[in-house]
C-alpha cells in the first residue's frame, strides 16, 4: 500500500555525516511505524533505527546511539537518518521500512514495506 524510495547515501570519510531520506507515495504515510535497516556484504539485515507512527519515540540499535538521528515529517511524508560521526563499519545498504502498526519493530520480518536501498560507504 505505501511505495518507498531512499536517497541520500554515498561515500564519505569516517567522522563525516550523511542524510538519508525515504519518500513514501499515498496518503496513508501517518498510518504505519518507519524503520532503517542496514546490510552489509556477507551479513544478516540488521535494524539501525525505528519510529513510531507520530514520531514520538524512536529507538536505535547499540551500535549507533548517540550518532544517527531517524526522525519524519508526516506532512512531506519522509522519514529520515542523520547519521554523523560515521564508521567504516557503518558502511552498508541502507534500507527504509514501512508497518502497518503504532510503533517500530526490531526485526526486518516485521515490515512488510521496503524500498530499493542506498548505499553508504565510510571510508577509513
Known amino acids: 500500500q505505501v511505495q518507498l524510495v531512499e536517497s541520500g547515501g554515498g561515500l564519505v570519510q569516517a567522522g563525516g555525516s550523511l542524510r538519508l531520506s525515504c519518500a513514501a507515495s499515498?496518503?496513508?504515510?501517518?498510518?504505519?511505524?518507519m524503520g532503517w535497516f542496514r546490510q552489509a556484504p556477507g551479513k544478516e539485515r540488521e535494524i539501525v533505527a525505528g519510529?513510531?507512527?507520530?514520531?514520538?519515540?524512536?529507538d536505535y540499535a547499540d551500535s549507533v546511539k548517540g550518532r544517527f538521528t531517524i526522525s519524519r515529517d508526516n506532512v512531506k511524508n519522509t522519514v529520515y537518518l542523520q547519521m554523523a560521526s560515521l564508521k567504516p563499519e557503518d558502511t552498508a545498504v541502507y534500507y527504509c521500512?514501512?508497518?502497518?502498526?503504532?510503533?517500530?519493530?526490531?526485526?526486518?520480518?516485521?515490515?512488510?514495506?521496503w524500498g530499493q536501498g542506498t548505499q553508504v560507504t565510510v571510508s577509513s
Open positions: 519510529i513510531s507512527r507520530s514520531g514520538a519515540r524512536t
Open positions: 499515498g496518503r496513508t504515510f501517518s498510518s504505519y511505524a
Open positions: 521500512a514501512a508497518r502497518p502498526s503504532a510503533y517500530s519493530g526490531t526485526s526486518a520480518d516485521e515490515y512488510d514495506y
